[in-house]
């Protein structure tokens, strides 16, 4: 199975912009990909996906300021976040799904991920 790394998080004050990277072990350009986040006390949520074909989808929360990416070639997925806010402060965590088609099934199953997880890494914003 695929695993997952991510990094690129850090601290950063409001406005401000940070790329978060996400390095599969194995090729993953197959599978759709997608990042989520939990701040605390919260559940987890959705922040956007890509699917194989180069499909995107994103939260309603996070659109027009973040921009997923891919390189194949470089098995890794990107998380682009500009405007940062107070609230985009969470975990984010990066995860593969293996059997999910495309964005917009993957978004009628209520984001639900088939497949694995990064460990995380933390993003912190302050006003």
């Known amino acids: 199975q695929v695993q997952l790394v991510e990094s690129g998080g850090g601290s950063v004050q409001a406005g401000g912009s940070l790329r978060l990277s996400c390095a599969a072990s194995?090729?993953?350009?197959?599978?759709?990909m997608a990042w989520f986040r939990q701040a605390p006390g919260k559940e987890r949520e959705g922040v956007a996906a890509?699917?194989?074909?180069?499909?995107?989808t994103y939260a309603d929360s996070v659109k027009g300021r973040f921009t997923i990416s891919k390189d194949n070639a470089k098995n890794t997925l990107y998380l682009q976040m500009n405007s940062l806010k107070p609230e985009d402060t969470a975990i984010y965590y990066c995860?593969?799904?293996?059997?999910?088609?495309?964005?917009?099934?993957?978004?009628?199953?209520?984001?639900?991920?088939?497949?694995?997880w990064g460990q995380g890494t933390q993003v912190t914003v302050s006003s």
């Open positions: 194995r090729d993953y350009s197959s599978y759709l």
């Open positions: 995860a593969a799904d293996l059997l999910t088609a495309s964005v917009e099934s993957f978004v009628l199953a209520g984001w639900q991920v088939l497949g694995t």
């Open positions: 890509i699917d194989s074909a180069g499909s995107t």
